[in-house]
């Protein structure tokens, strides 16, 4: 053997040395709560007039897809 390489110990092990601690990782800051949102029963008269609006429009469609033939 050569006189340069240390001698082996008894107790090695062919496995990998053990990890260091974890590192920690940073987190983003938690979002923001969100902002209360009007129940169905407590919808202002804007609320209601854009349903009634959007109602009006998705009936008129469907008028037009039964006369084009789409439906």
């Given at each position: 053997?050569?006189?340069?390489?240390?001698?082996?110990?008894?107790y090695?092990?062919?496995?990998p040395?053990?990890?260091?601690?974890?590192?920690?990782?940073?987190?983003?800051?938690?979002?923001?709560?969100?902002?209360?949102?009007?129940?169905?029963?407590?919808?202002t008269?804007?609320?209601?007039?854009?349903?009634?609006?959007?109602?009006?429009?998705?009936?008129?469609?469907?008028?037009?897809?039964?006369?084009?033939?789409?439906?």
């Open positions: 053997m050569d006189e340069s390489l240390p001698e082996t110990q008894p090695g092990a062919l496995t040395p053990p990890s260091g601690p974890s590192t920690a990782i940073a987190t983003s800051a938690p979002l923001p709560p969100r902002p209360h949102r009007l129940s169905t029963t407590r919808r008269g804007l609320h209601a007039l854009v349903d009634r609006a959007l109602d009006r429009l998705d009936t008129l469609a469907d008028g037009i897809a039964e006369v084009v033939g789409l439906r």
